[in-house]
């Protein structure tokens, strides 16, 4: 079954704590997205990564970090520099042979405790 | 000016009309535009891909491109309720990358 997973599906954040928000696609799609969306708003871009071991800042990248390792996996961390974490987080990968169309994952939704 | 412009809504049409969402962008070199369906509290589902300047039609959705004008829209015939959401405009603007920039979504309400 192809597709995009996230997990978890809903994760707590102490104050201080760094989190990490798993991100897997089984589609050998090369490029993959963060992006965050707060209540009512749009989807913005925190990190994307276009091939393995390379990754570029989006619009809002302060306060995140993110690692490509395997084409597969684009996991983000949220860290304690990242002062209002609270958002649903959407991960995504691009099939460049479909004209660029990109695919979501179901989101990991963040809360501050 | 917002790179991408949605009228945040709500938009409500009685079961049946047709539903006429829009969407403006900025960067006139734009060539990939989307429509993605957002139910409450779930991700972002593709609608509607557009490329190339007029029409193009998938079963009860439309979507219009004018590049000239900066425009992008999507019609939603026989609505349903269903069809309640928020529709989200996504354009791939020039720059590299790929990366796609969101309108702020519609919400759209179709009422029995």
């Known amino acids: 079954d192809g597709g995009i997973t996230q997990s978890p599906k809903y994760l707590f954040r102490k104050e201080g704590q760094n989190v990490t928000l798993s991100c897997e696609q089984n589609l050998n799609h090369d490029a993959m997205y963060w992006y965050r969306q707060d209540p009512g708003q749009g989807l913005r871009l925190i990190y994307y990564s276009q091939i393995v071991n390379d990754f570029q800042k989006g619009d809002i990248a302060e306060g995140y970090s993110v690692s490509r390792e395997k084409k597969e996996s684009f996991p983000l961390t949220v860290t304690s520099a990242q002062k209002n974490p609270t958002a649903f987080y959407l991960c995504?990968?691009?099939?460049?042979?479909?004209?660029?169309?990109?695919?979501f994952g179901a989101g990991t939704r963040l809360s501050v405790l | 000016q917002k790179e991408v412009e949605q009228n945040s809504g709500p938009l409500s049409v009685p079961e049946g009309a047709i539903a006429s969402l829009n969407c403006t962008y900025s960067?006139?070199?734009?060539?990939?535009f989307f429509w993605y369906r957002q139910y409450s509290g779930k991700s972002p589902e593709l609608i509607m891909s557009?490329?190339?300047?007029g029409d193009k039609e998938d079963g009860r959705f439309t979507a219009q491109l004018n590049k000239a004008s900066q425009y992008v829209s999507l019609l939603i015939r026989d609505s349903q309720p269903s069809d309640s959401a928020t529709y989200l405009c996504a354009v791939i603007l020039t720059g590299g990358g790929n990366k796609l920039t969101f309108g702020t979504g519609t919400q759209l309400k179709v009422e029995l």
């Open positions: 995504a990968s691009r099939d460049s042979l479909a004209k660029n169309i990109q695919y």
């Open positions: 557009i490329y190339s300047n």
């Open positions: 960067d006139r070199g734009s060539q990939s």
